[in-house]
T-cell receptor, first 114, second 109 residues
Framework: SAVISQKPSRDICQRGTSLTIQCQVD?????MFWYRQQPGQSLTLIAT?????????ESGFVIDKFPISRPNLTFSTLTVSNMSPEDSSIYLC???????????FGPGTRLTVL | KNEVEQSPQNLTAQEGEFITINCSYS?????LHWLQQHPGGGIVSLFM???GKKKHGRLIATINIQEKHSSLHITASHPRDSAVYIC???????????FGKGTHLIIQP
């Protein structure tokens, strides 16, 4: 199994600022995913981050708003830029193992934008 | 576009009751995850199913590929089972998972 840690676990930010969320995995993984869960809503995929290539964003999410880095096979960052209260969510990173039979989730970052 | 529908949205039961949560999904989804989300947001994967049935402790998950339907059962439910249970589909051209809206389960002592 993969153990995933995220930093920060929670933050309260002011409108217009940016926050970078870090995701660290204890093993090398090819595919990492970033999800968002707005209050009372289901999880939504923001983007897929593969090492050595640009992240692939889902409809409704753009790189300027959610830039992603994937410098190696164990680490990724998601930045929430120019935040507004609508960005208040739990942000989760997730990885898939080689056989794609298991998907593991980080503990999440709870973001509140005032 | 992949779709995953869950029911019920909310479920309150007494300790010891048998719990069933249902999930239906669209054509193209080839497998399902059942996930458990505790207050605070942490998510644990309970099962990944592409056919048949899986059991782990008091949890049982089944999937009917022809009917595109899956169920999660909890036997002898306990207050510590209280959580949000989410089914999530794999496949259909999507890299990541397509999530249902979740079932908020409360088990009362």
């Amino acid at each position: 199994s993969a153990v995933i840690s995220q930093k920060p676990s929670r933050d309260i930010c002011q409108r217009g600022t940016s926050l970078t969320i870090q995701c660290q995995v204890d093993s090398q993984v090819t595919m990492m995913f970033w999800y968002r869960q707005q209050p009372g809503q289901s999880l939504t995929l923001i983007a897929t981050a593969n090492q050595g290539s640009e992240a692939t964003y889902e409809s409704g999410f753009v790189i300027d708003k959610f830039p992603i880095s994937r410098p190696n096979l164990t680490f990724s960052t998601l930045t929430v830029s120019n935040m507004s209260p609508e960005d208040s969510s739990i942000y989760l990173c997730s990885v898939v193992d080689r056989g794609q039979n298991e998907q593991f989730f980080g503990p999440g970052t709870r973001l509140t934008v005032l | 576009k992949n779709e995953v529908e869950q029911s019920p949205q909310n479920l309150t039961a007494q300790e010891g009751e048998f719990i069933t949560i249902n999930c239906s999904y669209s054509v193209g989804i080839s497998a399902l995850h059942w996930l458990q989300q505790h207050p605070g947001g942490g998510i644990v994967s309970l099962f990944m199913l592409s056919s048949g049935k899986k059991k782990h402790g008091r949890l049982i998950a089944t999937i009917n590929i022809q009917e595109k339907h899956s169920s999660l059962h909890i036997t002898a439910s306990h207050p510590r089972d209280s959580a949000v249970y989410i089914c999530a589909g794999i496949g259909g051209g999507a890299d990541g998972l397509t999530f249902g809206k979740g079932t908020h389960l409360i088990i009362q002592p």
